[in-house]
T-cell receptor, first 113, second 111 residues
Framework: KAGVTQTPRYLIKTRGQQVTLSCSPISGHRSVSWYQQTPGQGLQFLFEYFSETQRNKGNFPGRFSGRQFSNSRSEMNVSTLELGDSALYLC????????????FGNGTRLTVT | GEDVEQSLFLSVREGDSSVINCTYTDSSSTYLYWYKQEPGAGLQLLTYIFSNMDMKQDQRLTVLLNKKDKHLSLRIADTQTGDSAIYFCAEWGLSYQKVTFGTGTKLQVIP
């Protein structure tokens, strides 16, 4: 079974631009969560989607948004990029919301210059 | 709020046992997880334990849970150089309905 696939692996953007990251979950998984990983803040929860609806959201500004499609694939978007948005963005999928563990992709490394 | 704490660094000799500790605060935690992250990669699920269990063993890995003290540990027997990585504990709790990760423990295995 294929794992969680995140594209692209690397991105370099300029301050003020926007970016869209993509995540394809494991087949059959309906929940997708996004995390931001930085050396200073560690792993911070961004949001979770289940059945195309955002079910939970972390403490990030409105510039961070996401969506989930009917095939469970998910995208996250960051608008008006800031230098501090440079991070590894990790997507994880799980069968459902409560009783199954998260399975992570290899992440998208975003660098904002 | 939810909080998961780990020590930052652990160094062991190859062949010894490693014990990585974690404390959490959410008393509604139902599942507790251990993940491994190697450089340039995402997080790999190692094992997990349900909150009504005290112990779980999976080959070289042993997880101990003390729910009263909200303390979780991961023991790696016969530690190998390939075990060098950052290890994260995480918990899913009913209070916040999300998986919260610890700060990560960097395990260095000395040959």
């Amino acid at each position: 079974k294929a794992g969680v696939t995140q594209t692209p692996r690397y991105l370099i953007k300029t301050r003020g631009q926007q970016v869209t990251l993509s995540c394809s979950p494991i087949s059959g998984h309906r929940s997708v969560s996004w995390y931001q990983q930085t050396p200073g803040q560690g792993l911070q929860f961004l949001f979770e989607y289940f059945s195309e609806t955002q079910r939970n959201k972390g403490n990030f500004p409105g510039r961070f948004s996401g969506r989930q499609f009917s095939n469970s694939r998910s995208e996250m978007n960051v608008s008006t990029l800031e230098l501090g948005d440079s991070a590894l963005y990790l997507c994880a999928s799980s069968l459902d919301r409560r009783n199954s563990p998260l399975h992570f992709g290899n992440g998208t490394r975003l660098t904002v210059t | 709020g939810e909080d998961v704490e780990q020590s930052l660094f652990l160094s062991v000799r190859e062949g010894d046992s490693s014990v990585i500790n974690c404390t959490y605060t959410d008393s509604s935690s139902t599942y507790l997880y251990w993940y491994k992250q190697e450089p340039g990669a995402g997080l790999q699920l190692l094992t997990y334990i349900f909150s009504n269990m005290d112990m779980k063993q999976d080959q070289r890995l042993t997880v101990l849970l003390n729910k009263k003290d909200k303390h979780l540990s991961l023991r790696i027997a016969d530690t190998q150089t390939g075990d060098s990585a950052i290890y994260f504990c995480a918990e899913w709790g009913l209070s916040y309905q999300k998986v919260t990760f610890g700060t990560g423990t960097k395990l260095q295995v000395i040959p």
